[in-house]
């Protein structure tokens, strides 16, 4: 099967393609980064050698499983603004994004290095953060730059325009 020279060379259709399933990756990436991070430790307590009681902490558990539900809308909003085109769907994929990196910022990071009574019990008790804070900074970062991607490449018009 030969293509004709129409069909080998379409001008502008590979680099919509590319960026219209390129940010839809981004963005499913970052929606479900932020879903798993629920279920990662948040950060922990060591005491010398020792982490003790309650010196480790969930990363959904200290939000209240916020970015869960953020990750789960993400989903059919991602599907609606890439594929679809949606320009609604794109804001709130960029204001989705907005709140996990908020979530992330302002209510998990200042939290990451404090003892609480931990530290109070202990003299050497220090507070380190761990692998989900690092999951759900990239999940939401990710996000960010999928939705502003969106916004800007406008990736669900791939149909060919008419010319005059």
């Known amino acids: 099967m030969a293509a004709t020279a129409s069909e080998t060379h379409v001008p502008g259709r590979v680099p919509r393609l590319l960026a219209r ?11 479900v980064l932020l879903v798993v991070a629920e279920f990662l430790p948040l ?12 010196g480790h902490k969930s990363t959904g558990a200290h939000h209240g499983y916020a970015l869960l539900i953020v990750g789960l809308a993400m989903l059919p909003m991602a599907a609606g ?6 320009r609604p769907a794109a804001f709130a994929l960029l204001v989705l994004s907005l709140i996990a990196l908020f979530v992330a910022l302002a209510i998990d990071l200042p939290d990451l290095n404090e003892t609480g009574l931990i530290g109070r019990t202990y003299d050497q008790a220090e507070a380190r953060p761990r692998v989900g804070f690092f999951i759900e900074t990239l999940g939401a970062t ?19 325009k008419p010319e005059r």
């Open 21 to 31: 399933y390129g940010l839809l990756v981004v963005l499913v990436a970052g929606a």
């Open 43 to 54: 950060y922990e307590i060591r005491t010398i050698t020792a982490v003790p009681a309650g």
């Open 81 to 86: 603004a890439v594929r679809g085109g949606s």
């Open 142 to 160: 990710l996000a960010l730059l999928g939705s502003i991607g969106t916004l800007l490449f406008k990736p669900g018009s791939t149909q060919a």
